[in-house]
């Protein structure tokens, strides 16, 4: 009985890849966050609000894993740091070096730059 029931299990399982098996691959979300803590290397551009408070704003065509549901509303993510530290970069594309801080709004995740990278934390990108 036991290698009956192996044996019929194995019978589904095929070697060779590196994923995780999933039968529902193509309408699984792929879509994920920013986790608290980690550090990426993202592309969009520095804005400011009507309040003057720095934001990021991802551009999803380059990160597309980031396009959940919530930020397809709301691509956005709060800069930590003065304003004065993130003026020079208003309205420009930019490639950041930034760890992920969830925010004191539920939910919500803050950017801050990496200064282990110096001054290649934040690098303007030619504007396409």
């Known amino acids: 009985m036991g290698l009956a029931a192996l044996t019929a299990v194995s019978a589904f399982a095929k070697g060779g890849g590196g994923g995780v098996p999933s039968p529902f691959t193509e309408n699984s979300n792929r879509k994920v966050e920013l986790a608290d803590?980690?550090?990426?290397?993202?592309?969009?551009?520095?804005?400011?609000?009507?309040n003057d408070v720095a934001f990021f704003w991802v551009d999803l065509a380059k990160h597309p894993w980031l396009a959940n549901q919530k930020r397809q509303q709301n691509p956005y993510y709060r800069l930590l740091g003065s304003k004065d530290q993130w003026r020079e970069y208003n309205e420009k594309a930019v490639q950041l070096i930034c760890v992920a801080h969830a925010a004191s709004a539920v939910g919500d995740i803050e950017l801050s730059i990496v200064s282990e990278a110096g001054s290649k934390a934040v690098h303007k990108l030619n504007q396409e």
């Open 37 to 50: 803590g980690e550090m990426y290397t993202l592309q969009g551009k520095v804005v400011f609000d009507n």
